[in-house]
């Protein structure tokens, strides 16, 4: 049976507790794989040694992306990496909503700021958006804003291109306030399961507050038009044939058809906890990748 590592990273009072990483080990090793959670890094770990390497929780890697980035490259030559180092590095900045737009698939409208841009240009001032880092997660330097608070999402983009980031501007999508955000996740080119959950950008909140990242999470069963969106978001990857796995985050346009909010290829929130009896089938994916 095959050796695979389970990627995650160190604790941390930003990270949040990873689940389902110990249900999977433990899964794993009931298969009868060799299962091991390591911090992607650890130096000490020898990749070679692994018929695969699931990236998982790496959940700190967009405030070290670069260091990220070269890791995934080093590993991806190591043994093999899911998803492939390519993905991840297209996949680690939101600059690819652009390129998801392009090739026809519904997603939020998205401007972009870079460091050295005029940051007190461009900004909405008839509806509301919402600034957010194009390398982040867990809503971190993320804010909801309404056109009077010009000013404080100016000192927002401010201090994130101070810190390297490029900041993406987005309308509020009301939609989220009615019926939710929608995860659709994919495992070994299958449909896994799906969840909805509330909005998580509240009006008033700091950009630099911690935010419930995953409100009044539920099981979900996607309508025909959700998996429509999400399969040509997929198709629109460069290699999907490559992908263990994806989350596609939709939300309902002021049409009403959903779009793509997010397209999640590094290290998802699996929801095990939520979907039970999507354990098996996800063990089942690594273990065909691992080549058992």
């Not at 998803?83 to 297209?90: E, G, I, K, Q, Y």
Request: hydrophobic residues 40%.
């Amino acid at each position: 049976m095959p050796r695979t590592a389970l990627v995650t990273c160190r604790p941390g009072p930003e990270i949040s507790v990873d689940r389902d990483l110990p249900v999977l080990v433990r899964a794993l090793r009931q298969a009868g794989a060799e299962a091991d959670a390591v911090y992607w890094d650890d130096d000490a770990v020898e990749w070679d040694g692994y018929d695969l390497a699931v990236i998982r929780s790496t959940w700190d890697y967009s405030w070290r992306a670069e260091e990220f980035l070269a890791w995934a490259e080093r590993c991806g030559k190591a043994t093999r990496l899911a998803n492939p180092a390519a993905v991840v590095r297209w996949n680690a900045d939101k600059r690819y909503l652009g390129e998801l737009a392009e090739a026809g698939v519904p997603v939020v409208p998205t401007r972009y700021f870079a460091p050295g841009d005029d940051t007190g240009a461009g900004l909405p001032d008839d509806h509301e958006y919402v600034v957010k880092p194009t390398s982040g997660a867990g809503a971190r330097f993320a804010a909801r804003y309404s056109p009077d608070e010009h000013d404080t999402a100016v000192r927002q983009l401010a201090r994130m291109h101070a810190e390297g980031f490029t900041a993406m501007v987005q309308p509020y999508v009301k939609g989220i306030d009615v019926s939710g955000e929608r995860a659709l996740q994919f495992y070994g080119g299958r449909l896994l399961h799906a969840s909805r959950k509330g909005a998580v950008l509240t009006p008033g909140t700091p950009y630099d507050q911690r935010k419930v990242a995953h409100p009044g999470l539920e099981r979900w069963t996607p309508t025909p038009a959700e998996l429509a969106v999400a399969e040509r978001a997929l198709a629109a990857v460069p290699e999907p044939e490559e992908l263990l796995y994806a989350r596609v985050d939709l939300v309902d346009g002021e049409d009403g058809q959903p779009r793509v909010m997010e397209l999640e290829l590094v290290e998802p929130n699996l929801f095990l906890s939520l979907h039970t009896d999507s354990v098996p089938r996800v063990v089942e994916a690594i273990l065909a990748a691992a080549g058992a």
